[in-house]
């Protein structure tokens, strides 16, 4: 009698996202979250979609969530962490463990705030006349792997209160905070922030790019983790790589980004306010702003105990393509882009020509000396600013 064939085990979290009975999106990016096709969702009162792009590789979970005009979704908890950005609309979050008080607080369009898992919550929607729309993010797809148990992830009565009652206002508006490191670092430090596009305290980043801004986001005593890039117009950030899972959520602006596996064919991805992307593992990838008016990203990333930081790659230093060092057809795009709509790239021509315009060449090789950083030494050096990072945290 012939063996029966193997049968392929579905992973936990796949398994449960088909028994939802919503659409599932998947390709390499988000057109717009805004105009997603989501469907009635029953366990949570709502409408909704799952988004499986091929970035994530299983390691994040990303949904939608539709509410109605008016309306309240149903009690839900899940084990994890989740962060949630408003795409649309404005409405009062309602949170709580059981036998305790309830803690509510406002949200509206561009707001990020923090879920703590296993307590319940609800999101109502504020306006009666238009549906609201939020992204939810969290590493559910792992933990479904390493718990194999729904009852666990879903309905577990086991929660820390003290995350949410031992603070006065566990929503209060985020802070900035300074971590003193190898690099002196401004963190945005909280669990709730009313508008990711207002925010102003951002550090120049023109290592990883020319007419770059950014800021680094933390939650206490959570391992989720985000940061906010700004890009000036007709300029572009430099190439590079890292590990799967993170999520760019375009803020502001118009433009285009370039995905690919090192010598691989370019993927193009399109993108206004309200469109993603998620980068695979070790791809290449750079964004570039067409428009008059300065380009912000929202980036939700994956583990901090997976940094990707170079997770294949031994040395640092081609993790991150320098524009002397790119594909010449990369710089006759983005200006030929330009052009259909009589604009000039604003990049300076001396960064394609001269080794020394990047004083520092990137955040991970040469310096003007031609003098390498060590591979270790290098490391070092960043193991230690995250390590005061957390401190801070």
Known sequence: ????????RVPQYEEWVNEQGIPIHEGYFVGDFKTIEVAPWSQRGTRGCFVQLTGQEGWTQIYVQEIPPGETSSPFKVAVDELVYVIDGQG???LWAEGERKVNFEWKKFSLFLLPGNFWYQLSNMQGMKPARVVHYSYLPMAMEAIRDREIMFNSPVVNKNRVYQMSNFYSSAEAVQVDGVKKANIWRGNFF??????????????MGFGRKMIWIRFPDSPMWAHIGQQEPFTYKKAHRHGPGTIVIIL???????MYPEGGEK?????????AIVPPSDWFHHHFVLSPTTSRVLALHRSRLHPGLGDNVVDYEKNEIQYWQEDPSIRKMFEEKLA???YQSQMPPQCYTERDFDPEWGRQGAKTSGAKT??????????SDYLKTREVI
């Open 1 to 8: 009698m012939a063996d029966e064939p193997r049968k392929h």
């Open 92 to 94: 009062i979050t309602t």
């Open 194 to 207: 009313p508008d990711t596009l207002a925010w102003d305290k951002l550090d120049d980043n023109s290592e």
């Open 252 to 258: 502001s602006g118009e433009g285009y980004s370039l």
């Open 267 to 275: 993927v193009v991805c399109p993108w206004h306010e309200g469109s």
């Open 340 to 342: 259909e709509s009589g």
């Open 374 to 383: 060590p591979y270790a030494a290098d490391f070092a050096a960043r193991v």
